[in-house]
């Protein structure tokens, strides 16, 4: 496969990822207002609760129309998945509170904290969690 197909595909894969990031961040930015405007909780501890239900919808479509990785998933998969979710959601949530601290309302903060990370989450998704090289 030449170079130009090659990027080409990774671009259409990032472009799924993305998509499904949108509808994840927007899923999640929703969640956490509900729980935190109408079950006062606050914002962070709303931000955990959503967590596995999110990241769960989020594996399934990365795994079967970002990455079009084909068979039944691999307990490590999920493992791994989880692992990269895990760390990327503290990091976007320190960033969450920093933005907060600087006067940015968390409803915003938590939806472009997840967009700052989402370059990084993408490559190591494909290549950690999905085991995928390049060239796949």
């Known amino acids: 496969m030449n170079t130009d197909?090659?990027?080409g595909k990774r671009a259409g894969e990032f472009v799924?990822?993305?998509?499904?990031g949108c509808v994840s961040a927007l899923l999640n930015t929703v969640i956490i207002v509900a729980l935190t405007e109408f079950l006062r909780i606050?914002?962070?501890?709303?931000?955990?609760?959503?967590?596995?239900?999110?990241?769960?919808?989020?594996?399934?479509?990365?795994?079967?129309?970002?990455?079009?990785v084909d068979g039944q998933s691999e307990?490590?998969?999920?493992?791994?998945?989880?692992?990269?979710?895990?760390?990327?959601?503290v990091i976007a949530m320190g960033i969450s509170r920093a933005m907060v601290g600087f006067g940015v309302p968390y409803q915003i903060a938590v939806f472009l904290s997840a967009a700052l990370v989402?370059?990084?989450n993408f490559l190591t998704h494909r290549?950690?969690?999905?085991?995928?090289?390049?060239s796949d």
Do not use: D, H, M
């Not at 290549?127 to 390049?134: P, Q, T």
């Open 118 to 120: 989402a370059p990084a």
């Open 42 to 68: 606050n914002y962070l501890i709303s931000y955990a609760l959503c967590f596995i239900g999110v990241t769960l919808v989020g594996f399934a479509a990365n795994r079967s129309w970002s990455f079009k």
């Open 75 to 89: 307990r490590r998969e999920v493992q791994r998945y989880y692992l990269v979710t895990t760390i990327s959601t």
């Open 16 to 20: 799924r990822f993305a998509v499904v």
């Open 127 to 134: 290549s950690f969690s999905f085991g995928l090289k390049f």
């Open 5 to 7: 197909t090659l990027l």
